[in-house]
Structure formats: structure tokens, C-alpha cells
């Protein structure tokens, strides 16, 4: 099948990729780009291990062509960390414990990310309902919920970056 | 953080506190590979045909066309496979048959569930497979599904294995593959001395696992005949076994790499795509990867036995159990091995009753195969056993706690099965939550209500090897063939560092594959920390006395004159002379060479767990919908080593046990064709679902291990589904006895009731 | 002399007996006692020479790992339960 160019922008770096028209952004991510760290959990959307940011919104990136990404902006669990140094998500996740086997782990941060990028102080239920469309199976959330008010916490408090250096993204 | 225990860590430096994971940077920077993040050069992809039908002979399979789409590199159906043994081999967690094995793998005379696997491609793209599979042509002669244990028990019922026979039908065909009795006492005059006889029938429906990660396996196989599997498993050494089972290799011919594991739950403990990826690979001498797709999850790999339960128990006015009788049916799926025994052994398990008859029947029907899932067999059976605990408890005038401490087991207490117990930690649980601040607290409001319930599983020792290398720098690394999914490598490398006596961060723990390691047996059963943990305790504890000997070197003196204090050695005689392990690793190359220690075990001592959980809920009468307010689980860890995982473990089930209460179940036609083969459909919690669960670790030591360990894995999802239906039986004066208790279940029961109310006027005065 | 105590299914070939005392140093031993005791016995516990892996064998309240070669002492109490597996 011909494939077409795309550039985008993905992580703050500009990229350039061959994609057919069939597929995902999330296979292009993961077999084209080897940006693994995006999960597969069901490709119909229900489960959000593949959030990621596209222009400033969350989307399940398996529901999402190669070809749409053109000139967008993505950003992707790789994204979040400035080079070694954990952002306040990361860090509150591991200090929560919110993680067990981590496969749901980068579709959280990402969904958390979001969260954070438009509330900075977000309820328990606002929380909750933002993480609906991210299916864990073995926290049973709690851990989650509570790193994710660390992290606000954190990030309300100055320490550490309050978002993560994306460049170019639109709101 | 709100979060409640009682643990303490005495006279630990390490054991009992909460360090970052080891492996958490990787998983929070998405650099942790899982089994579908590997690829190889030249990799080919497979997909596997699965049959439309639930019970079908296969006349005839066709791969001409299919073989001649360009891109097409190998195709494989049943007859490719050779035909295994029809009798149960010790290979993995339990027996397995190889024939009824390799049939699942791929069906070789007739399909016996809707996606049952009939052919697998290899191709050049994943596309090219799929469009292969389309090009298959499959003659089936449809035959009648038999799709409950109800049906299937009948004696007019259709024949799934028409050379399954049981040891008491003789020579007559049958779908009821094993028949266990458990009998203690005298189970008619135990019902004779008992003034108050409950007696209800139960039902639960098929439940998946639910892990976020699908199946996945990439093969190599080389000319020097030796393959390798990458994959996510929690037993790397069963699926070498069982792969070399069903291929008709040796087992040592092929190397199992565990890559991270995204959830198993007990559904990681078998194979499905490793040994076709492997035998593609032979085909073709290039790599296969194979992945599967949620649908295919759901349709073909191991839910757990939904089951047909009936319970009748009887106890005196003061509430002691005199009696029980249980008779159990678990859907085993489409080949033998539902968990029904374990069903059996669980299921009055905490309690001293000295009258017990259970009959435990495991039941073919065309569903999918099960496979172990989270204490298997023993949520559905609490279910049925806890609930009809609760209204004896109700017709007691008891508190449902009191009762079950009235009649709890506890050490010297025969288990229903015979042997007696050892010292166990059950009745702690029921006084943890008596105690807890949610249980004391007052549940206000219409249609609400709170319901507890207990559970029992028993744990696993089995085989683990662990090494422990001391590396120049005074750093150690722990190396243990025990794929982690919850944090394992953490409680590995704390154990490690306990008994060292140095910082947990200066011991890296890694998980290796199984050329690299001894055998080690699943990682399940709640036996890593116990087991696992056991060989790396003593493992490091063989470091120790080696390095009691380089250090007698140095010191001049004779090795049991050397002592061993707080990462530091000394000279009895001379306590001076003193050298830490940082300066002591130095000095290896000049006293002898490097150090390792190792360890085997078959480790004995298990300890069995008990969990007691106490949920409020909420319950919407106009639609059915439940709602959980708040939800407290005790349970006992023995000890907790990593306080923060043992929570997790506990919540996590609690979740699952939530899920399997009042949402999750597999529903089919009448032609038994799945019709919930995705996550919309199959619901399982989401985040807004549940609200924040309070663990509560109690810690009652196991004797039979160096640190008290019990296992903490799969106790926790045993009490929600009783414990939810005690408390909607509270909040709406209903009792459910089907389970899910999902909204139109429930909603059907409540307008039932009312309707009832409306008719007759002794029931709405009882309202 | 050990105690053994019978499975409910095989008691119908032990005249009832749910539990037998036996003379053995090891669980194989105690078998073979039980199986001279009550024909048909051992051949439910038994197969080539190893227990049966649908079988686990309890002994003074411990699930055995060393099989027929376990070792019991002159006052075990020996019990044969269904062999089951974890998640
Ligand atoms: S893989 Fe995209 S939502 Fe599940
Ligand atoms: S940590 Fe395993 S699915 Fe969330």
C-alpha cells in the first residue's frame, strides 16, 4: 500500500515518518517510531494505555490515523521526563506505590498530565473522572488516585516543573 | 497518607519500609519493554484463524489460496502439531494433559468453543496474516453447544470429548471430568443437633481475568536447533515445558525470555501463542511475533469457571455451625481443570465445622479453557458460603463478625480437607475490622447497608532459585527466575538487603531467563515473596558465611570466630578488627575470588491467608445500580515486607472481587458466540467506581518462614462479592444469589419484590 | 505407627475406614501398608512410581514436597488431599 510522508512534532522534537493509511498512531508510534513506551491494551478506546497528547488534548492514539498527525503536536510517556530528572507525576507514582505490573503506567501519566495541564488542583472526583477512559487492573486505583494529588500537590508547590518541556503545543 | 496498617518492623532495618521499586524508573519513563515491545530483524508476524462456532467437527481445512497470497511464509493447522499424551503430567502449577493441550492450542477434529484457534499464518506484515486468515477455507459440521454445567451434567446433554471418561461413570461418556468429595463427620446428624437450617442455590457467571496487557510471543528458532521465546508470562519455566509438550521437543532445546509482565493474575500461567510462534518459527528459520487482539483475549484465553453453587448450613440458636453441605459445578471450558477442588477446600475453610459433606464437580462446556485466575476457585464458592454464613449470623441475632469469630478457624482446627492447621491469622482479621474505624462508624441513609464476608486461600511454597553476586564496589545483585507483576524484585532485593545489613539501593534485583536460572515455578500462588523469597534469604545468608570465611582471612582468625553485625564483620577476639562488606568486596580477588551465594528450595512451611472485607454500598432502587461508599479489607500478610505492595495487592484485588460482584461476566447466545469480546461490554471498575480502599495488614508470622511471610497475592478478591451481596441484602432487604449483581439483576429482584409487596399483604407488613 | 487418613471416594474400598494405622518410615511406605491392607488402594495414589499429580499428600499438617520418599515419623498424621493450583 503507498505510503505517505508525515512530519509532526512528537516529544518536542520535529519527526519525519512513512505511514500507511490504515494505520494508528499508536502503531506508528510504536512500529515505525519504536516509541514502545505507548501501550496496546484493546485498540477500540476502552482502555487508555495509548493516551497520549495530541495539540494539548488527550486522545487514545489507537483510534487516531498516522496520516492525522501531520504537523500536530504529540506527546507521548517518553516526553515526560526532562532528560534524567522525573517530573512530579513520575516521581509521585513511584513514591505512591501506584504502579504494579506498569503496563497501564505511561497511559496514566499521560492522562494525569492532562489533568494537570488545565486544573492544577483537581478534586478526588474530578480526578476520578478524568482517569475514567484509563483502565488499571491490578491498583484497584487507589494508590493512583493519591499520587496524582501528590503530584498537583507537588507541582502547586513550586517543586519541580509544572509541566513537562513540550515545545509548540497549542492549547 | 491515610492509609492504615499495623505493621511494624521490630527488629528490621529494612524488611517492613517502603523504598522506591527497583524497576519503577523504567515503567514511569516507558523504557520497561513488555512482551510486545520486542522485535527482531526479519521478524514475520502471526495470526491465528479461530473458529466462528462453538461446537463444530472439522471436516476439512484448505490453506492452497491462503498460502499463495505474496508475503504468506508459513501455515500451520492442528495436524502440524503432534498428538500429545492423554494423561496428566506434573509440568507447571499443576497437571497438565498434553493432548488436551495441544487441542487447545489448535483444534485438530473439532472446535469446542467460538475461538478456538484452527489454523495460525506467518507473514510478512501483520496485514498480509490477516488477510491470509480470510483465504482459509474451513469445512465445519455444526454441532449443539452445551453452554452451562446445568445442560451439560444432563444425561441427554451432547458429548464435548467423546473419550473423556470419570472414574465413577465407568465407560459412559460424560462432560463432568472429575467428581471430589470432601467428608468429615456426620453430616446427618450434624443437620439433626441444628436448630436453624439454611439452604440456597447459588450461581456466577464466567469472569475473565482482565490483565491490560493481551498475550504476546516472539520465536526464534536457529539451525543449531535451539529456539527461543520472548514473552510475558508469569512462568517462563512452564512455558518452556509446555511449549516442548506440545511440539514434541525437548525442553532444553528452547530458552524462555520473561520480558515485563502487564497483569496475569493467574491468566499468564499457560500457553497460547508461544508454542505457535516457536513452531512458525521452525517453519520458516525467521523470527514470529504474535500479539493478540483484545477480542481474542477475551474469546480464547483462560476466563475462570462461572459455577452453579448450593449450599445448606445449619448452626444453634447460639450460633455454632453444626453442619455443611456444599455441592459445587465449575464450567472447566472446553478441556478438564475448572478449580473446582480448590473450590471445594476453600470453601468452609474458615470455619471449625465438625460435620462436612462437599461434592465438587468439574464440567465441560464449549467455553473457553480456564485457567487459574486469583485464588481460583474460591471467590465464587465465599460467594454462596458467605452469604449463607450472613443470614445464619442475620437468624442468630449475631453480628456477622461474632459469628464468624465464634466459629473461626484457628491454629489445631482441621481444615475441611483433614490436616489441622498451624498457626493462622483468620479471627484476627474479623477483630481488625470489628476494630477499624469504618466498621464502628454509623451507615446513614436510604438503601444503604454494610455487608462483611471472609476468605481463605492457601498459599504456595514450590520450587525457587535465587542468587545473590557481591560486586567490587560492595553492591549486590539478586538474581531469581520469578517474572515480577506487583513488585517482587522490590521484596527481593529487601530481603537481600536485610540480611546483608546494608541499603536496599545497594542491591539490584534482576529476573533472569531460564538458562540463566534453575528451575523456578510459577510466579503465582501467592508464593513469590514466600518462596522466591525464601531462596534469596538464604542465598544471601550463604554470602554471609562466605564472607564470615575471606573475612577470618584478614582477620587471622577461624571463620565461626568472625561475627556478623550490621553489614560489618569482626573478630570475636578482637572486636577492633572490624571491616564492613563495602571494604570486604575490595579485598575478594586476594582472599579467594568472587562471591556467590545460591540457594534451591522446595520450600515448605506455607502459610495459608485470610482476609475479612467490610463494604458499605448504596443501592440505587430505581435502576439497580450499586454504588460502593466505602470499603475496608483485612488481611493477613504474616509480614509484610514492602507494606506499600501488600496494599496494593490487597486493593487490587478487592477491585477485581468488586468488578466480579457487580459488573463482569461473559455473555453468549443461543448459538454460544460470545457477545461481550471487548472492554465496553466486558466492564470492568473504572477509576470513578471505586472509592479509596483501606487495607488493613494484619500480621500474624508464618513459622514456616525465616521472616514470617504468608503471600499476599490473591486472598483479597475472595470477600467482595459475599460481602457486596450482605450488604445490598442490608441496604434494599434483598438477597442476590446470582452473581453479577449488575444493574438489571438487581433491578429485576427489587421490581420482583415490590410486585410482591403490592400482592401480598403479609409481605408489606414485613416491609 | 502413622496415621493415615483415607480420602472420602477411596473409603468405599477400605470397608468404610476413613482412617488406617500403619507401620512406614515414608509416605510410600505407608501406601504400599495401605494397599496390601485394602487392595485397589494404592493404584488411586500411585502411577509410575510416583503420587498421583492430581494428589498432594499432608503430613502433621504440612503439604509435603519429598512425595513418596516424604518422611514420617511413628506418630504422623498423614492426609491425602486434592493437589490444586494458584493465580
Ligand atoms: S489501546 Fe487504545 S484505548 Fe486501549
Ligand atoms: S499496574 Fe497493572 S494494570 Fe495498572
Redesign the pocket.
Known amino acids: 500500500m503507498a505510503k505517505t510522508r508525515i512530519e509532526a512534532t512528537i516529544n518536542g522534537e520535529p519527526v519525519e515518518f512513512l505511514c500507511e493509511p490504515r494505520q494508528s498512531l ?1 502503531e506508528v508510534l510504536r512500529d515505525v517510531l519504536n516509541l514502545t513506551g505507548t501501550k ?11 493516551s497520549v497528547i495530541l495539540n494539548g488534548r488527550l486522545v ?4 487516531v490515523l498516522g496520516l492525522e498527525v501531520a504537523g500536530a503536536t504529540v506527546e507521548t510517556v517518553e516526553g515526560l521526563a526532562a532528560g534524567t530528572e522525573l517530573v512530579p507525576l513520575q516521581q509521585a507514582f513511584l513514591q505512591q506505590a501506584a504502579l504494579q505490573c506498569g503496563i497501564c503506567t505511561p497511559g496514566f501519566l499521560v492522562a494525569a498530565k492532562a489533568l494537570l495541564d488545565s486544573n492544577p488542583n483537581p478534586s478526588e472526583t474530578e480526578i476520578r473522572y478524568a482517569l475514567a477512559g484509563n483502565l488499571c487492573r491490578c491498583t484497584g486505583y487507589d494508590k493512583i488516585v493519591r499520587a496524582v494529588m501528590d503530584a498537583a500537590a507537588l507541582m502547586r508547590q513550586g517543586q519541580g516543573r509544572a509541566s513537562s518541556p513540550m515545545q509548540g503545543r497549542e492549547a | 497518607m491515610a492509609t492504615v496498617t499495623n505493621t511494624s518492623n521490630g527488629t528490621y532495618k529494612v524488611v517492613g519500609t517502603r523504598p522506591l521499586r527497583p524497576d519503577g524508573v523504567d515503567k514511569v519513563t516507558g523504557r520497561a519493554k513488555y512482551g510486545a515491545d520486542y522485535s527482531l530483524p526479519g521478524m514475520l508476524h502471526g495470526k491465528v484463524l479461530r473458529s466462528p462456532h462453538a461446537h463444530a467437527r472439522i471436516k476439512a481445512i484448505n490453506v492452497e489460496k491462503a498460502l499463495k497470497l505474496a508475503g504468506v511464509k508459513a501455515i500451520v493447522t492442528g495436524r502440524d502439531l503432534p498428538e500429545g499424551e492423554n494423561k496428566s503430567v506434573p509440568l507447571g502449577e499443576m497437571s497438565v494433559n498434553p493432548r488436551h493441550l495441544g487441542h487447545n492450542i489448535l483444534a485438530r477434529d473439532k472446535v469446542l468453543y467460538q475461538g478456538h484457534a484452527v489454523a495460525a499464518v506467518a507473514a510478512v506484515t501483520p496485514y498480509i496474516a490477516e488477510q491470509a486468515l480470510e483465504l482459509i477455507e474451513v469445512e465445519y459440521e455444526v454441532l449443539p453447544p452445551v453452554m452451562t454445567v446445568d445442560e451439560a451434567m444432563a444425561s441427554t446433554a451432547p458429548i464435548l470429548d467423546p473419550e473423556l471418561r470419570n472414574e465413577e461413570l465407568g465407560d459412559q461418556p460424560t462432560n463432568i471430568a472429575k467428581h471430589t468429595q470432601l467428608k468429615r463427620g456426620d453430616i446427618e446428624a450434624g443437620f439433626k443437633s441444628a436448630e436453624i437450617v439454611i439452604e440456597r442455590e447459588f450461581r456466577t457467571a464466567m469472569v475473565h481475568q482482565g490483565y491490560i496487557e493481551p498475550h504476546n510471543a516472539l520465536a526464534t528458532y536457529g539451525s543449531d536447533g535451539r529456539g527461543t521465546i520472548y514473552c510475558s508470562t508469569q512462568g517462563p519455566f512452564e512455558v518452556r515445558g509446555m511449549s516442548a509438550a506440545v511440539l514434541g521437543i525437548s525442553p532444553g532445546s528452547i530458552k524462555v525470555v520473561p520480558a515485563e509482565i502487564g497483569g496475569g493474575f493467574g491468566g499468564k500461567t499457560t500457553v497460547y501463542l508461544e508454542p505457535l510462534a516457536l513452531l512458525l518459527a521452525m517453519k520458516t528459520g525467521r523470527p514470529v511475533k504474535m500479539v493478540m487482539t483484545r477480542a481474542e483475549v477475551l474469546r480464547a484465553s483462560g476466563p475462570t469457571s462461572g459455577s452453579h453453587i448450593k449450599v445448606k448450613m445449619g448452626c444453634t440458636r447460639q450460633g455454632t455451625i453444626t453442619a455443611a453441605h456444599v455441592w459445587l459445578a465449575y464450567e472447566a471450558g472446553a478441556f478438564p481443570g475448572s478449580p473446582v477442588a480448590a473450590a471445594a477446600m476453600t470453601v468452609l475453610a474458615p470455619y471449625a465445622i465438625p460435620n462436612v459433606l462437599i461434592d465438587a464437580y468439574d464440567v465441560l462446556v464449549n467455553r473457553p479453557k480456564t485457567a487459574a485466575y486469583r485464588a481460583p476457585g474460591a471467590t465464587n464458592a465465599a460467594f454462596a458460603a458467605e452469604s449463607v454464613v450472613d443470614e445464619l449470623a442475620e437468624r442468630c441475632g449475631l453480628d456477622p463478625l461474632d459469628f464468624r469469630i465464634l466459629n473461626g478457624s484457628h491454629e489445631g482446627t482441621p481444615h475441611p480437607a483433614g490436616p489441622p492447621y498451624k498457626r493462622i491469622g483468620f479471627i484476627e482479621t474479623c477483630e481488625a475490622i470489628k476494630n477499624s474505624a469504618h466498621y464502628k462508624s454509623p451507615l446513614k441513609g436510604a438503601n444503604r447497608g454494610r455487608g462483611v464476608a471472609s476468605g481463605f486461600w492457601f498459599n504456595a511454597g514450590m520450587q525457587s532459585v535465587a542468587m545473590v553476586h557481591v560486586h567490587a564496589d560492595g553492591t549486590a545483585s539478586v538474581v531469581t527466575g520469578s517474572p515480577d507483576i506487583g513488585g517482587s524484585r522490590a521484596s527481593c532485593a529487601m530481603i537481600a538487603a536485610e540480611v546483608l545489613g546494608v541499603d536496599v539501593d545497594q542491591v539490584r534485583p534482576m529476573v533472569t531467563d531460564t538458562d540463566a536460572i534453575g528451575h523456578t515455578d510459577v510466579t503465582g500462588g501467592s508464593r513469590v515473596t514466600f518462596a522466591t523469597g525464601m531462596a534469596v534469604f538464604q542465598a544471601a545468608e550463604d554470602v554471609v558465611r562466605q564472607l564470615k570465611e575471606r573475612a577470618a582471612k584478614l582477620f587471622e582468625c577461624k571463620p565461626d570466630e568472625v561475627e556478623f553485625r550490621a553489614g560489618t564483620f569482626a573478630a570475636k577476639s578482637n572486636p577492633s578488627t572490624s571491616i564492613t562488606i563495602k571494604d570486604l568486596a575490595k579485598r575478594l580477588p586476594r582472599t579467594g575470588g568472587p562471591v556467590t551465594g545460591r540457594a534451591a528450595v522446595n520450600a515448605r512451611g506455607v502459610g495459608p491467608a485470610f482476609a475479612t472485607a467490610c463494604i458499605d454500598v448504596e443501592v440505587d432502587p430505581e435502576t439497580g445500580k450499586v454504588e460502593i461508599l466505602r470499603c475496608t479489607i483485612a488481611q493477613d500478610a504474616g509480614k509484610a515486607i514492602h507494606p506499600s505492595y501488600v496494599e496494593g495487592q490487597m486493593q487490587g484485588g478487592t477491585a477485581q472481587g468488586v468488578g466480579w460482584a457487580l459488573n463482569e461476566e461473559y455473555v453468549y447466545d443461543s448459538q454460544g458466540r460470545l457477545l461481550n469480546s471487548g472492554l465496553l461490554d466486558y466492564r470492568m471498575p473504572t477509576c470513578p467506581d471505586l472509592p479509596m480502599m483501606e487495607p488493613i495488614i494484619v500480621e500474624v508470622p508464618n513459622p514456616g518462614h525465616p521472616l514470617g511471610v504468608r503471600g499476599v497475592g490473591e486472598v483479597s478478591i475472595v470477600p467482595p462479592p459475599a460481602a457486596i451481596a450482605n450488604a445490598i441484602y442490608r441496604a434494599v432487604g434483598i438477597r442476590m444469589t446470582e452473581l453479577p449483581m449488575s444493574p438489571p439483576r438487581l433491578l429485576k429482584a427489587i421490581l420482583a419484590r415490590r410486585a410482591e409487596d403490592r400482592t401480598s399483604p403479609a409481605a408489606a407488613a414485613r416491609a | 505407627m502413622a496415621k493415615v487418613f483415607i480420602p472420602a471416594q477411596m473409603r468405599k474400598l477400605c470397608g468404610g475406614q476413613d482412617v488406617a494405622v500403619l507401620d512406614g518410615t515414608t509416605v510410600g511406605e505407608l501406601i504400599e501398608g495401605l494397599g496390601r491392607r485394602f487392595p485397589g488402594v494404592s493404584a488411586l495414589l500411585v502411577e509410575a512410581g510416583d503420587l498421583r499429580p492430581s494428589i498432594a499428600v499432608s503430613v502433621d499438617g504440612e503439604i509435603a514436597t519429598g512425595g513418596l520418599l516424604e518422611r514420617v515419623g511413628p506418630n504422623s498424621e498423614v492426609h491425602f488431599i486434592p493437589a490444586i493450583g494458584g493465580g
Open positions: 499508536l496496546e491494551g484493546c485498540l477500540t478506546g476502552d482502555c487508555g494505555a495509548c487514545c492514539s489507537c483510534l
